[in-house]
């Protein structure tokens, strides 16, 4: 059997005014045994690298997620060749530091990388995430060539029933999901589950059979062990490239959760919209992939 078999066969085996409660599956956290499990941390008022830090502390710190010895991969938005400010890419401080913390709970090796819509290269440098990642200890990898992907079948997918997805994501053991909240055209708004699509080659087929579908088959497939949403500077208008730093607002947010429908439930109403208005967030939630009831979801907001 050659190695893409492998990875074939094993994949079928493997894995503000809104900002509320929520979560699936209950993260274990140190403390009270009386005390209820936290579902989603909400973090406000600082700069990207001490938001995260202090919302993954009160998750019980990033060990409870990647293990002594583990291979991570850490997966930005890096889809465009635009600077920080215009809020089109992940926050690099942010990059930088789950990268930093995955070493600090005992990772041997972490890799940073998207499939990007812009000429990789440009995107990795100008959106300053393959400078801080590196700096940081990261291996960043390009996402640019099909001979990374593998075919993977999506169990009870409605509209995808099979995906190429990138083999880092396969093979590693821990997957950190970190979208940047802004926008978007086709999608209403690119949170979570809209970030999983830089994981997987053939995006081309998932915009032209029902886009909100598809995003909702693979988050049913692919769950992430963690997901950090950047909401530093969002982008509110003409996503997912914007055009000008008007379209971009200073929220100074973070939200972190395991429950990808939870986190980009939140996300939503921090932007300012509802979430059945983005039509895959209610249809991952009709799947059972997480939860969208967030007044009865334990949340833990914080203000730096």
Known sequence: MDRRDFVRRMVGVSMAAGMAPLLGTPVPLLGREDEPPIDLVAIRGGEPD????????????????????????????????????????????????????????????????DHTCDDWKRCYRRSGIEEAASRAGATVVSGDSKSYYHEVDVPGGRSLRSAMEHELVLESDVLINVPILKSHGGARLTIAMKNLMGVVWDRGFWHSNDLHQCIADFAAYRKPTLNVVDAYY????????????GDVATLKAQLI????VAVDTAATKLFGMEPSAVRYIPLAADRGVGRMDLEKLQIKRIAV
């Open 50 to 113: 001490m938001m995260f830090d202090r919302g993954i502390e009160a998750l019980g710190g990033l060990q409870v997620f990647v293990g002594r010895g583990s291979t991570v991969v850490v997966k930005p938005n890096i889809g465009w060749d635009v600077p920080p400010e215009r809020a089109g890419n992940s926050n690099p401080r942010l990059v930088a530091r789950i990268v930093e913390r995955c070493f600090d709970a005992g990772a041997s090796k972490v890799y940073v990388f």
């Open 234 to 245: 969002v982008m509110k208008r003409n996503g997912p490239r914007g055009v000008s730093e």
């Open 257 to 260: 959760s395991t429950d990808i």
